[in-house]
């Protein structure tokens, strides 16, 4: 998965202003203990991540 389309649906799930502020603060034991941002700074690829995000957050089936 592209970061665009990555950042793309976490503003489509969360909303543009929200989804900045999730990334940066919500840290998940599921990344490692990390935020969304730092696990794709460490090298995580941006479709794990989202998938951890769908995980921990209850995304429905059809936004994943």
Wanted: aromatic share 12%; with cysteine; net charge negative.
């Amino acid at each position: 998965m592209r970061l665009t389309i990555f950042w793309q649906r976490m503003a489509e799930y969360f909303g543009p202003g929200y989804a900045d502020t999730f990334a940066n603060d919500h840290v998940m034991s599921e990344l490692g203990g990390r935020t969304v941002n730092e696990a794709l700074d460490a090298g995580w690829d941006a479709k794990d991540v989202w998938r951890v995000v769908c995980t921990v957050m209850d995304v429905p089936g059809e936004r994943r």
